[in-house]
């Protein structure tokens, strides 16, 4: 099991260069494929805004990691989709320190296209480990995507009680029409 490490990870954009958490990326991540499902872009026609095509792009990304059953295929197209994105190094000083460290940074100037915008958090966190909790919830009607345990099933409590009443009613219907 990978450990998870809390390093930053940087992007420059527009000059300005940002500090990225790699748990917030895998929040933004969650939140734009759970917000794709809420809105139901995934049934409507194509998208026509930047925001959503972003949201459809982390659904099916988010999507196709859980689902792939052989992992070398999905970090092969990862690798390759991954392979235009452009990084450089920038000596920065840590506070508190003497000399420069050496960090590798994204760079994103101008206008990022939606799938890089999705690709490089998705990178990111993976790289760091925080995909490893990634779950999708076992309700059928909800589906979000969400990070819990290993033992974890559903986003929320709510979706945890509304599934096992659905279970229990079931089971009560067989049972009373079985006798």
């Known amino acids: 099991m990978n450990q998870k490490t809390s390093r930053k990870n940087m992007q420059l954009l527009d000059g300005e260069l940002k500090s990225l958490s790699s748990e917030g990326l895998v929040s933004f991540l969650v939140r734009n494929a759970n917000e794709c499902i809420q809105q139901g872009l995934l049934q409507s026609n194509a998208p026509q805004h930047?925001?959503?095509?972003?949201?459809?792009?982390?659904?099916?990304?988010?999507?196709?990691?859980?689902?792939?059953?052989?992992?070398?295929?999905?970090?092969?197209?990862?690798?390759?989709?991954?392979?235009?994105?452009?990084?450089?190094?920038?000596?920065?000083?840590?506070?508190?320190?003497?000399?420069?460290?050496?960090?590798?940074?994204?760079?994103?100037?101008?206008?990022?296209?939606?799938?890089?915008?999705?690709?490089?958090?998705?990178?990111?966190?993976?790289?760091?480990?925080?995909?490893?909790n990634l779950k999708k919830c076992n309700n059928k009607s909800c589906s979000h995507f969400f990070i819990g345990r290993k033992n974890k099933l559903w986003c929320s409590d709510r979706c945890g009680s509304k599934a096992r009443m659905q279970k229990k009613r079931k089971k009560d219907f067989i049972k009373k029409y079985n006798h």
Request: glycine content about 2%; aromatic content about 14%.
């Open 50 to 132: 930047f925001d959503e095509v972003t949201r459809v792009i982390s659904h099916q990304l988010l999507e196709k990691y859980l689902s792939e059953s052989n992992k070398q295929e999905f970090w092969a197209y990862i690798n390759e989709a991954s392979k235009n994105l452009k990084y450089r190094n920038i000596f920065v000083y840590p506070k508190n320190q003497s000399k420069p460290e050496c960090i590798d940074v994204l760079e994103m100037e101008g206008f990022a296209t939606p799938f890089e915008q999705v690709l490089y958090p998705f990178v990111c966190a993976a790289k760091d480990g925080h995909l490893e």
